[in-house]
């Protein structure tokens, strides 16, 4: 009598795991693409309601806003001189990149962030609705934990207040 076999057994467990979603990182971008798309600032500041536009890079190398001192915060942030109303931020990036994004509303007597993780550059863009209701001072972005390096762009959507 034949004892059993691993084979089957061997590749199952083989199939699982290629299936599990373990893809590799994507391919670090082509560092002259990466500037062309950084330095093209076509309709950054343009448009109905658009309060201004801010931009930066990610890579895998950065740390979580959360790794920072209290009193050394990362990200960008923007202020305004006069109050806005803002309603959302759009975030976009580089490439085939998955970054993290952070995005903190302040207005006069509290701050709520919005946020994702592992968001894919290739599908669009990362929409962060303001969850204050009054006005608006600072908006600070964020973009971290990049699976390779990238470049981002966040518009600031809203209207001056009147």
Known sequence: ????????VFFAT???LALSGCTPAPAAPDPDELRAWQNDRSGLEEG??????????????????TDAPPDQPHGTTMAFASDVDIDSVDVTCFGEARISVEVEFTGASSGRTVGGEGVPCAD???????????????????VYDADVETAWRAI???AEAG
């Not at 009598?1 to 089957?8: G, K, V």
């Not at 109905?48 to 806003?65: E, F, K, R, S, Y």
């Open 1 to 8: 009598m034949r004892s059993p076999t691993l084979a089957p």
């Open 14 to 16: 083989i199939a699982v």
């Open 48 to 65: 109905p309601g658009v309060l201004g536009a801010m931009t930066g890079g990610a890579a895998p190398t950065d740390a979580a806003p």
């Open 124 to 142: 669009g863009t990362f929409t962060a609705e303001n969850p204050l209701s009054g006005r608006t001072f600072t908006v600070r972005v964020d």
């Open 156 to 158: 600031v959507r809203g």
